[in-house]
């Protein structure tokens, strides 16, 4: 009997000890799939890498008539070999901060987390205001003259942090030209963005509530309709883009099909509401929203600021809709 007994506890210490062997190794198992998954992350990740290079968008005023934005590519790519650099424009009216913030804003929704947005419209260059890096809550960075370029895009997608650029290793090395900040300054620190350099060394931290900003004066809603302003022109077809975002519009009671009363520089006029070009007759006047929500004017297959002689800004009223 007691050899019988004997037996028994060996064979249920032989399954203990055989329990805990497959617990062992199912554990380690599973640590060496934890492993390979890891493995497989980083190996997904380095390969996006190699697949989506770093992304430079860069505008200016400088126009392609000469060599000012092919010497500033050269610049990055010096520095940055494998960016892929997008002109957004070069043909931004010259020394226009706020055509070129209007720019910026519209553009940047559609970039992703990294871009680096370098903008050169810098009516004040070699003066003493600031050249600075900032970074949105998108995570995009906009390499600029701080002179209120960065205003719209700011207050749309928030600004979590602005640098002064100062640290000597991110420009161009040698005496900086007084006149060319786009070559000496503002290119050599979008490629050390790009490339992915740490953007708290490119020099002192900024109080965001400091940075300049444009003045422009928003639209305002008023007992008897919405005073405004026309901002700029759409390219080369005349249409009129406002400072009334859609939303604000549709404060006024209007719907689509709806004529709709106004004063452009205090000349009266009606325009039909409407959500594209061809809902109107050829010729003929229409208000829509643009495809950056905002309130436009236009002409169907006409320029609106050629026939009616509108340089912007100008004034503009909007009468609320008749109940």
């Known amino acids: 009997m007691a050899d019988g007994i004997t037996r028994k506890l060996t064979d249920d210490m032989k399954l203990l000890l055989s329990a805990r062997t497959v617990r062992a190794i199912l554990s380690v198992s599973l640590l060496i799939m934890a492993g390979l998954a890891a493995f497989a992350l980083l190996a997904a990740a380095q390969q996006q890498s190699r697949q989506y290079p770093p992304t430079i968008v860069f505008m200016s005023d400088f126009g392609t008539v000469d060599d000012s934005v092919a010497i500033c590519k050269g610049v990055m790519y010096s520095i940055a070999p494998d960016a892929r650099i997008f002109d957004l424009t070069h043909q931004v009216k010259p020394y226009s901060i706020l055509d070129a913030a209007r720019f910026l804003q519209g553009a940047t929704p559609y970039y992703p987390a990294g871009t680096v947005f370098v903008a050169v419209v810098d009516p004040g260059v070699g003066s003493e205001r600031r050249a600075i890096v900032a970074r949105s809550k998108r995570k995009q960075y906009f390499v600029l003259p701080d002179n209120g370029l960065i205003t719209l895009a ?26 060319f900040n786009g070559r000496d300054i503002f290119s050599p620190v979008a490629a050390h963005l790009a490339r992915g350099e740490d953007w708290t060394q490119v020099g002192p931290e900024l109080p965001v509530g400091k940075l300049v900003r444009l003045g422009a004066r928003p639209a305002e809603l008023g007992p008897h309709g919405m005073t405004a302003q026309v901002i700029a022109t759409d390219g080369p077809y005349g249409n009129l883009i406002t400072n009334i975002a859609a939303d604000d519009f549709f404060k006024l009671g209007y719907k689509l099909g709806e004529q709709v009363s106004i004063e452009l520089n205090n000349q009266p006029m009606s325009l039909r509401f409407v959500r594209t070009f061809s809902d109107v007759p050829s010729h003929q006047r229409l208000l829509y929203i643009d495809s950056r929500g905002r309130l436009a004017l236009a002409v169907n297959k006409g320029n609106f600021a050629q026939i009616y002689h509108i340089t912007p800004p100008a004034a503009l009223f909007i009468a609320k809709a008749a109940k």
């Open 154 to 179: 700011g207050e749309r997608d928030g600004i979590e942090g602005a640098r002064e650029i100062t640290n000597p290793a991110w420009i161009i090395s040698g005496e900086v030209s007084a006149t």
